[in-house]
């Protein structure tokens, strides 16, 4: 044997590293039997698994039930929206207008290029609500002939018309 090993009642002390070592045909009872208590010690640690793992499960089925409830909130606060919307809730663009018998023209203005121009605004409305939004604000350009339109969770689009 060599020098760094010396054996005692079947248990290899090994110098090197201080560390305890069972035999494989160790007869000494205190390590022997945890050699023969193998199936008991995975099944321990099967059972510590499974535990794991349904905290785990329950902690998911809590997020989703989180998640599920959220998606509620948020179908409810668009669907809110909408109704909002509905009601022609328009943003302006008053930069040249600072009065309101000039806005009230803007308004009857952009109107109109909305009642001539709705086929094309329902279809950009469908592809806002595909990434979640609806349209918040549609403000008519009636130098670059174009509709600006934003949704409310800030995408935005142009239509171009000809009045």
């Given at each position: 044997?060599?020098?760094?090993?010396?054996?005692?009642s079947?248990?290899?002390f090994?110098?090197?590293?201080?560390?305890?070592?069972?035999l494989?045909?160790s007869?000494?009872?205190?390590?022997?039997?945890?050699m023969?208590?193998?199936?008991?010690?995975?099944?321990?640690?099967?059972?510590?698994?499974?535990?794991?793992?349904?905290?785990?499960?329950?902690?998911?089925?809590?997020?989703?039930?989180?998640?599920?409830?959220s998606?509620?909130e948020?179908?409810?606060?668009?669907?809110?929206?909408?109704?909002?919307?509905?009601?022609?809730?328009?943003?302006?663009d008053t930069?040249?207008?600072?009065?309101?018998?000039?806005?009230?023209?803007?308004?009857?203005?952009?109107?109109?290029?909305?009642?001539?121009?709705?086929?094309?605004?329902?279809?950009?409305?469908?592809?806002?609500?595909?990434?979640?939004?609806?349209?918040?604000?549609?403000?008519?350009?009636?130098?670059?002939?174009?509709i600006?339109?934003?949704?409310?969770?800030n995408?935005?689009?142009?239509i171009?018309?000809h009045?």
């Amino acid at each position: 044997m060599s020098q760094s090993h010396e054996v005692h009642s079947g248990i290899t002390f090994d110098k090197s590293t201080q560390g305890l070592l069972p035999l494989a045909d160790s007869t000494d009872n205190k390590y022997g039997q945890h050699m023969h208590n193998q199936p008991a010690f995975i099944s321990n640690l099967e059972s510590k698994f499974r535990q794991t793992n349904e905290k785990l499960r329950l902690e998911l089925v809590y997020w989703r039930k989180q998640l599920n409830e959220s998606c509620q909130e948020l179908a409810m606060f668009n669907k809110e929206q909408k109704s909002v919307e509905d009601d022609l809730m328009w943003r302006f663009d008053t930069k040249s207008i600072d009065h309101k018998k000039g806005l009230s023209i803007q308004k009857k203005y952009l109107e109109e290029v909305v009642k001539h121009n709705r086929h094309m605004i329902e279809i950009r409305e469908k592809e806002f609500r595909r990434v979640g939004g609806f349209i918040c604000s549609l403000r008519a350009d009636a130098y670059n002939h174009k509709i600006e339109m934003k949704s409310f969770n800030n995408e935005s689009t142009t239509i171009d018309y000809h009045s």
